[in-house]
């Protein structure tokens, strides 16, 4: 279960990378630059909160103390950080949806997510109705 831990650290260490990107991205625009690397501000700020409430989901998960099921861990952590890399990509590459590989790695990527969001909660429903 640890992994929850490490994986929020990871979502927390992107929350910051994108909100300086995007900071300087705004803030201290570089001519020649400015608008060839950040293409897509808003799906940046997609990104960056999509991430907190990964890390958030993570934190939480962890918090509850039920023995959570590892390998369903490790799917909320992947989940957490590649659901957030969709916009991630997207924000710099606005042709992100008409190449196939970003397709099959949205698809892979909320199978991931689905699956592991949907077995911890089956895990604490169980835990729930049984202690109740």
């Not at 803030?27 to 960056?48: E, S």
């Not at 099921?69 to 949806?97: E, H, K, R, S, Y």
Request: hydrophobic share 65%; charged share 10%; aromatic share 16%.
């Amino acid at each position: 279960m640890e992994i929850l831990l490490v994986g929020a650290v990871l979502m927390i260490a992107a929350i910051l990378m994108s909100a300086w990107l995007m900071t300087f991205a705004k803030w201290f625009p570089i001519p020649g630059i400015d608008g060839v690397f950040l293409k897509d501000y808003k799906t940046m700020i997609r990104a960056h909160v999509d991430f907190a409430l990964m890390a958030l989901f993570c934190l939480g998960f962890y918090a509850t103390k039920v023995d959570l099921p590892v390998a369903a861990c490790w799917l909320v952590v992947i989940g957490g950080m590649t659901n957030p890399g969709v916009f991630v990509v997207a924000a710099f590459d606005p042709d992100f949806w008409a190449k196939p590989v970003w397709r099959i790695y949205s698809l892979l990527s909320f199978m991931a997510t689905t699956l592991g969001f949907g077995w911890i909660a089956w895990t604490l429903l169980r835990f729930a109705l049984q202690a109740g």
